[in-house]
């Protein structure tokens, strides 16, 4: 899915999905579970499998990122214009694809 946007070409992205099948069994027989569906398991390739051999315990970006910077929080106030590095809002974005995001306080009038 994320290799296209990378630039990565249609073989390439066969040999990367034949390569995070293969980490996905090596896990399976360290870890003693199918990791392979887990979401978050072959992001960053695979670097969410890597971290859940040592212990990890994945979870979702936007929940991470949330506990600590309190983001929900944010959009009870009106901002003047947000400045966003993301490409572009997706068909990914709602499935956990965080924004890197600068948002400007609104400007206090004197």
């Given at each position: 899915m994320y290799g296209p946007q990378k630039g990565a070409t249609p073989e390439q992205v066969d040999m990367l999905?034949?390569?995070?099948?293969?980490?996905?069994?090596?896990a399976q027989s360290t870890l003693?579970?199918?990791?392979?569906?887990?979401?978050?398991?072959?992001?960053?390739?695979?670097?969410?499998t890597g971290l859940m051999l040592f212990g990890t315990t994945l979870r979702a970006r936007a929940e991470a990122?949330?506990?600590?910077?309190e983001f929900d929080q944010v959009f009870e106030n009106q901002w003047d214009f947000v400045i966003?590095?993301?490409?572009?809002?997706d068909?990914?974005?709602?499935n956990g694809k965080v924004s890197q995001s600068f948002i400007v306080a609104p400007f206090a009038l004197c």
């Open positions: 999905a034949a390569s995070l099948e293969r980490l996905a069994q090596v003693g579970e199918d990791i392979s569906q887990t979401p978050g398991s072959g992001a960053s390739g695979g670097l969410g990122i949330n506990e600590y910077f966003t590095a993301e490409g572009s809002l068909f990914q974005s709602p």
